[in-house]
């Protein structure tokens, strides 16, 4: 009777942790599929290219701007609510996506609804980490995160194939179309399997100040620091938000540290260890964003290897990235989180320190060798890290502090295109490169030039790698007694 009470038990935290893994699937996948369509959809609506960016960072400000949000509101209301909440209104805009703005041709209807899929999407992205930490028992919470992650992982990873195999043979509709019996899905198993929960706590008020200012300061951030290469950085647009960004965030931390319930409780932030570990995500992320944009130039234009072969290259790093999450996840309790984030640590500087070896003449398997590495390290760390940090602040900020793991992804990778593509221009000698990076710009530029402004990215990103293995040894595991079990042994 023991053991098939025990068994049912496990069955039901598997359903529960799938449930979760299809939001952070999910979410990756939008990500990732949407971008191959661009072309096409330009096509469709007679628009430019830069006009059809939009459907790209309409979703990616208002994530930005919501997904703190709805973390301090599943804190109140429940992640059961949110969650369910998200996925039905991510799959009914992901079909008025897929039908409205043809039907009506109409681009500014194709905004509208891509407006209201980020807004699912970010409520469903906001609490993936907290309903892991909230529901699933200390001594699977490894395995769970890195099941998650993994899922995450591979997402993004078969995003532009599927993208591309549906344009092709299909149209651009279906590539939100194919969210839609995905969504259906999640739903009926997240209302079965998930918890009917609720951390309300006596004299909750939203802090609809917060909110407004947290979601202006965000969004102004994505905005300059996604479209500032195209509007030139000191253009009266970019100029002015940032002056907007420093307001509005400004403002949000003089009022976060005044009223009596946050958005963000930001005295966390006065807890060394847990700014220490939070770092060390953002650098990861920071670092991976600049390489992971950089590289593929590097390898078209001065390798000269076909698209199809980089593809398969950067293949590499996807399932690098899941099998370091796996593996994060088996060993998590028995290795604790800083002993795998100083292994994980030893993957990433190994994987840089190789890239600043690189020539003209490189054997295309020596890149295969760099992503594995960095892609393992990355997973194991994302795993972790993220554990380390969801255990390690009360049951009452979980939705809070989930939601603020995905900021501190977000912005750190847009920040790290930035900033690699700088450091690259400023590499090349005697060039400049007005807007965006392509490939016929890059063409039109001496090998020579273009490898010392790669080189200079690589070496920095070496520098950042050694800067992540140092933060790996200080940052400890420090769980909150919340999450105590009554035997140490399965900490």
Known sequence: MQISRTSTRQKGFALLILSISLANFMAALDSTIVSVALPTISDVFNITPGTASWILTSYILVLAGCVLIFGKVSDAIGFKKIFLSGFLIFTISSFATGFLPGFLNSFYIFIATRICQAIGASMIMAIGPAMVTAYIPMELKGKAMGTVFTMQAFGGAIGPTIGGLLTQHLSWSWVFFIN??????????????????????????????????????????????????????????????????????????????????????????????????????????????????????????????????????????????????????????????????????????????????????????????????????????????????MNSVSKKYQGMISSFTNIERFIPIILGVTVYNLIFTLGISGKTIPGEITREILAGIKIEDLSAGFNLAFYFAFIISIIVFVITFIAELKIHPDYLPEDPEKI
Request: a neutral charge; one cysteine or more; proline letters at 3%.
């Open 180 to 389: 839609i019996p995905i969504g259906i899905f999640a739903i009926l198993l997240g209302y079965k399997v998930i918890p009917d929960l609720t951390t309300n706590r006596g004299g909750y008020g939203f802090d609809r100040i917060g909110a407004l200012l947290i979601f202006i300061g965000l969004s102004s951030m994505t905005f300059f620091l996604s479209e500032g290469q195209t509007f030139g950085w000191t253009s009266p647009v970019i100029l002015g938000t940032i002056i907007l960004m420093l307001l509005a965030l400004g403002s949000f931390v003089w009022h976060e540290l005044s009223v009596s319930d946050p958005l963000l409780e930001l005295h966390l932030f006065t807890n060394r260890n847990f700014i220490l570990t939070n770092s060390l995500i953002a650098f990861l992320f920071f670092n991976f964003a600049g390489i992971f944009f950089l590289l593929p130039f590097y390898l078209q234009n001065i390798q000269k290897l076909t698209p199809s072969l980089v593809g398969l290259i950067f293949s590499s790093l996807s399932i690098a990235i899941m099998i370091g999450g796996v593996m994060a996840g088996v060993f998590y309790n028995r290795l604790k989180g800083r002993k795998i984030n100083i292994i994980a640590g030893i993957f990433e500087i190994s994987g840089y320190f190789l890239l600043t070896r690189i020539t003209i003449d490189t054997d295309p398997w020596y890149f295969f060798l760099c992503l594995v590495l960095i892609g393992t390290g990355t997973g194991m760390i994302l795993t972790s890290a993220s554990n380390m940090v």
